[in-house]
């Protein structure tokens, strides 16, 4: 949820703690804060609210000459976003640092503890306690080891952490630990790096070592780095993963924003991944590490997934049982980790989609599954993330990184890579031959053109953009698989702009929120010609007598949508009307970027939002 960046070496440190923080800026910006142990062995920070860019102005005249330190961009759990919530949070003595993402859970009772024992706090937060912690344990059992301390200090916490940790006794050194949230360290000539994720690193090597859960790492300025594991014991051969994208692809490129330019990134996107598993034989899905046999024994999926790779599980859901004939229960995460009855066979196969591979929620329920004896499969976005580690097997969705805190070529990428599983599974079960699956492989290879020709035209979008101007709420309708279109695209309008908006099934409109039309009011419907285009017709005609402002996905030449809506979003044939959800969604997410920018909104950092949600 909050970015950690870490630097020990030869270099000056603050310049990459805040250009790394610029690159984790969408893990949270609300607050930010910089720690360096100077070159007259005291510790110098800068922190404050706001983004990273206000943090930069700041050091500009601070006293940050060395070349330890360690940074953090916040997103606030505990505490308002403040200068005084800021990260880093130092001990009472002032020799200790640290930064921290994840969520202390007893942080009441050791925060109550440490206040009966003479500390100091100076924040809000919950992290603060953990520089106290490690205070104690350099005053005590472990003075001098700040490794050891920091070892002390999280075995009295409970709940979830990626912590780095300087000392001013400790020159040269960083120390690290990971449980629950992820870390990333790296080695060069120039030094140790710390980060957490692989987007701050590309840009100083390609080859990464992501902790595990309960590991540590001491970083030195010599660039050497030890990993150990949850015992302080030595791991010899630490897995390492290859950055297979690069720095540049992480920046703007020329575009305005993020959003834009990931929008137009996605036929690209679609067109790797395809190229990757389609082949002349069928669908290649080598990192499923299933048998033929087991495949086509799966009796159950469980679809589980959070927020827009939620929409992802329900397009998922129709394509598997359509193609595949398989059973699918598709839930949040965040509820399905209390649900007290899960049906689990020998054959059930749960499928976790999750774009960042760190949502704690999407996480949790994996371990649960696995710990029922389920295989576990992770669809996913991001290289050597842990919900690729924690799974049976993982199917890369090869989008490359995406930085604008709302999902637009992760989300279509995620729905083609489900495609490609409900292929795979229908090859394995018998319900389709080669000659089905090559032409749904057909079907697949037309995707990124026709997204291509939905961008060219985005002025439909922009036009359509000026319905909302004076609105505060809309109103999203799709019928059969594009009710989730729908809900997609409500939540990317309410991402970015700000602006209410609700998805239904169309038929259901009649059934309350028909209460809402008034004229004027914007709906938005995804009509494409398909087997219920009649009847959202019939629920564009309802719109329209109550004097709403209908605006429509439709299929091109689509006259009968054309006479009764204001503005169409036009969207080339589709040959299988299950794929149209991955064409249509991408006229919503340039709409919702054009009505956002005409409120003045950030589109890359939505307020409140992080990318990567990494706490429950």
């Known amino acids: 949820m909050c970015g950690i960046v870490g630097y020990t070496g030869r270099n000056q440190a603050s310049e990459y703690l805040l250009q790394g923080l610029q690159t984790l800026e969408y893990r949270g910006y609300d607050s930010a804060g910089i720690e360096v142990l ?81 500390h100091t706090f100076a924040s809000d937060t919950d992290s603060e306690v953990i520089a106290h912690l490690v205070e104690d344990a350099w005053a005590g059992p472990c003075r001098g080891d700040l490794l050891g301390a920091v070892h002390n200090a999280c075995g009295r916490l409970e709940g979830s952490w990626a912590l780095a940790v300087v000392c001013a006794d400790a020159p040269g050194e960083i120390v690290v630990a990971r449980n629950g949230s992820p870390l990333v360290v790296a080695s060069t000539p120039d030094g140790a790096y710390a980060a957490s994720d692989i987007t701050p690193l590309a840009s100083i090597t390609s080859h990464v070592i992501p902790l595990e859960n309960g590991q540590y790492a001491r970083l030195q300025e010599s660039g050497s780095i030890t990993v150990y594991d949850s015992d302080g014991a030595v791991v010899e051969h630490p897995s390492a993963i290859d950055i297979d994208w690069d720095a540049s692809a992480a920046t703007l490129g020329g575009y305005s924003d993020f959003m834009a330019k990931e929008i ?104 649960r599954m696995r710990g029922m004896g389920c295989k576990v499969f992770a669809v996913t976005n991001v290289l ?52 089905e699956v090559a032409r749904h492989c057909a079907d697949l290879e037309t995707l990124p053109d026709l997204i291509s020709t939905v961008i060219s035209r985005s002025w439909q979008d922009k036009q359509a953009a000026g319905v909302f101007r004076r609105s505060h709420s809309a109103l999203f309708l799709g019928r059969g698989v594009n009710s989730t279109t729908a809900y997609e695209g409500a939540l990317k309008l309410k991402e970015v702009s700000y602006l209410h908006a609700e998805a239904y099934p169309a038929g259901e409109m009649k059934h ?27 629920n564009i005609q309802e719109v329209i007598a109550r004097g709403a402002t209908c ?37 919503l997410q340039i709409l919702a970027r054009y009505v956002a920018r005409s409120r003045g909104c950030d589109v890359d950092k939505p307020r409140n939002l992080a990318k990567s949600v990494t706490v429950e």
């Open 38 to 118: 100077s070159t007259d062995g005291a510790l110098h920070g800068v922190k404050c609210a706001g983004r990273v860019a206000v943090l930069a102005d700041r050091c500009e005249t601070a006293n940050l000459v060395g070349t330890t330190g360690i940074a953090h961009t916040r997103w606030a759990t505990h505490g308002a976003p403040t200068d005084r919530n800021a990260h880093p949070h130092r001990d009472c003595t002032g020799k200790i640092a640290i930064v921290h993402n994840g969520i202390i859970e007893n942080f009441r009772e050791l925060r109550s503890y440490l206040k009966r024992n003479g």
């Open 512 to 538: 309350g929120p028909i209460a809402l039309l008034e004229p004027g009011f914007p709906v938005v419907t995804i009509v494409p010609e398909d087997r219920v285009h009649d009847k959202t017709i019939s």
């Open 384 to 435: 050597g993330s842990s919900a690729a580690r924690e799974s049976d097997g993982t199917l890369y969705v090869q989008a490359g990184p995406e930085v604008c805190v709302c999902s637009t070529k992760a989300y279509t990428a995620q729905m083609v890579a489900c495609a490609l599983f409900a292929l795979r599974l229908a090859q394995a079960r018998g319900g389709m031959d080669a000659d």
């Open 551 to 587: 605006v429509a996905v439709a299929t091109d030449g689509d006259e009968s949508v054309a006479s009764l809506c204001e503005h169409v979003l036009w969207i080339p044939p589709v040959s299988d009307e299950l794929l149209v959800p991955i064409v249509a969604a991408v006229h």
């Open 264 to 367: 137009a990134e996605q036929p690209e996107a679609i067109d790797r991944l395809l190229k990757a598993h389609v082949t002349d034989k069928g669908i290649k899905l080598d990192e499923l590490s299933m048998t033929e046999d087991e495949l086509a024994a799966v009796d159950r999926i469980y679809l589980i997934a959070c927020g827009t790779s939620y929409h992802v599980g329900l397009i998922a859901r129709t394509l598997i049982q359509t193609w595949a004939h398989v059973p699918v229960i598709c839930e949040y995460a965040s509820e399905f980790n209390y649900e007290q009855d899960v049906l689990v066979t020998d054959h059930t196969l749960c499928v976790i989609i999750t774009q960042s591979g760190e949502t704690a929620d999407t996480l949790t329920a994996a371990r």
